[in-house]
């Protein structure tokens, strides 16, 4: 079962990774732009802050990586991180969009309440 918890982290990991690549790299794209359904004036305008905001899903997605890569040592890391990106879906639930409520908030609370049951 510690490896189903483990497979989960990973795909948050890696979901924040892709957030990354949207938010950074992809924003005033097309891909991004159809992805976010914004226009390229706003996409333009706020490519700035996107950017910002994919950093900090690459720093959620490193926080995992880390957790994972200490094994079972790196409980508490992932603990941590897990909670963060729930907080963050949380948030972004209540201020953009109830869908991130389950992108991004579900698939941690998954993974943390998976964790938790096996400690």
């Not at 948050?12 to 992805?35: C, S």
């Not at 914004?38 to 957790?67: D, V």
Request: hydrophobic share 65%; charged share 10%; aromatic share 12%.
């Amino acid at each position: 079962m510690n490896t189903v918890a483990n497979l989960l982290i990973a795909l948050v990991a890696l979901l924040h990774v892709y957030f990354l690549v949207l938010e950074m790299f992809l924003w005033d794209k097309p891909f991004g732009l159809k992805t976010f359904r914004l226009t390229q004036e706003f996409a333009s305008a706020s490519k700035a802050l996107a950017a910002n905001q994919g950093l900090y899903n690459g720093f959620l997605a490193a926080g995992l990586a880390w957790g994972l890569c200490l094994g079972g040592a790196g409980l508490s890391i992932k603990i941590f991180f897990l909670a963060c990106v729930i907080v963050a879906g949380i948030f972004g639930a209540l201020t953009v969009s109830r869908k991130i409520l389950f992108i991004q908030a579900l698939p941690a609370a998954i993974a943390l309440g998976l964790l938790l049951a096996l400690r």
